[in-house]
């Protein structure tokens, strides 16, 4: 089945770019391209598209109003076509919170040259969005969250680690789990499919609405309980110890699995160092990263944990997870935190009794 694509941005060159690249897949096809938002309502109830890519800054209507009213009164998969700078990355934030399914970046070179090498990316995104859940905002950013229990185990904190890996879909997933977190949880590291100069917005904003401290990765830092440390957009991050000490490493080696941060490289570093002391989840996204990844870890003595394919935005890598038998326990995200927990307490008990 061919996937009708809309492109709404205010450039024209980006349109004739967007739609060169869409009408090169033997999959897809533009059925229509508007300048605004306005323009694009009329065409999405003449067309019905199965995918719209938007711009963020436009005039007449805001790319974030925009989207807004579109998720509440007609959902649908939406694209977002970002620039790369801090407000472009923040708003970008914002649009995933208000359902777009994953973004692009507009590249800092020649856009015309720059978007062509894209190519492969763009298509991969529009193919993961045409297959992506679209559901009503279940939870929204600020909104109360489940309260869970504190460890109450200062030894169950310091030794347990729990390591996170996500794609499409997974900003808001990080969100929702990381919200739920108690202040005294284990440390934990995540490495969520994100291009430079998104992750440290991303991280300050999830500062902001969790208990626990979240930063950006710099590298070589002591992980603590209560903190967490998503990989850089530019890096792959991994697990290291010195000592008694869990540390963060980020390196520039190649991409694995067409990726940098690698979610498998993560889970392996996390194998390695961590063994039968972390805790593996893989969350919402499209590909295969992480599910070798996690098996290792399973190999090493690790819980490992997958989201569902009901509250997934897309079932890819928890599915792969899953099929490779790395998965101990699958459930809703919502669930997840508590469940991860409970297993960490059961963990504890069962330290106390030996």
Not at 105 to 114: C, M, R, V
Not at 300 to 324: K, T, W, Y
């Amino acid at each position: 089945m061919t996937i009708k694509v809309l492109i709404v941005d205010d450039s024209a060159l980006i349109r004739s770019v967007m739609s060169e690249i869409v009408n090169s897949q033997p999959d897809m096809e533009v059925v229509a391209t508007a300048p605004d938002p306005l323009v694009a309502r009329e065409l999405i109830k003449r067309h019905n598209p199965d995918v719209l890519t938007l711009d963020v800054e436009m005039p007449k209507m805001d790319g974030l109003d925009f989207l807004e009213k579109l998720m509440r009164l007609r959902p649908m998969p939406v694209l977002m076509v970002s620039s790369l700078t801090e407000r472009g990355s923040e708003i970008t934030m914002r649009a995933l919170e208000l359902g777009a399914v994953d973004f692009v970046t507009k590249p800092k070179i020649s856009i015309q040259t720059g978007m062509r090498e894209y190519t492969e990316l763009i298509a991969d995104k529009i193919r993961a969005a045409s297959r992506a859940r679209i559901r009503a905002r279940t939870v929204q950013a600020g909104a109360p969250m489940p309260q869970l229990s504190a460890l109450r185990s200062p030894l169950i904190s310091s030794e347990k680690l729990i390591i996170i890996g996500a794609s499409t879909g997974g900003t808001e997933a990080i969100r929702e789990f990381l919200m739920q977190m108690p202040s005294d949880c284990p440390g934990i590291l995540i490495a969520q499919h994100m291009p430079e100069g998104f992750t440290s917005s991303f991280a300050k904003r999830l500062d902001t609405l969790c208990k626990i401290s979240v930063v950006e990765s710099q590298g070589n830092e002591r992980v603590l309980p209560g903190h967490a440390y998503i990989a850089p957009g530019h890096s792959h991050l991994l697990l290291t110890r010195s000592g008694a000490n869990y540390m963060t490493k980020i390196e520039q080696s190649p991409p694995v699995n067409r990726h940098r941060p690698s979610v498998d490289v993560l889970f392996r570093s996390a194998a390695e160092a961590a063994g039968k002391n972390a805790v593996g989840v893989i969350l919402t996204g499209m590909g295969k990263d992480g599910a070798a990844g996690m098996l290792d870890m399973r190999h090493a003595g690790a819980h490992n944990f997958a989201q569902d394919e009901a509250s997934c935005v897309v079932f890819g890598m928890p599915r792969e997870a899953i099929a490779l038998g790395a998965a101990h326990e699958v459930g809703p995200l919502q669930a997840l935190p508590g469940m991860v927990l409970e297993h960490l307490a059961s963990q504890g008990s069962r330290a106390l009794r030996v």
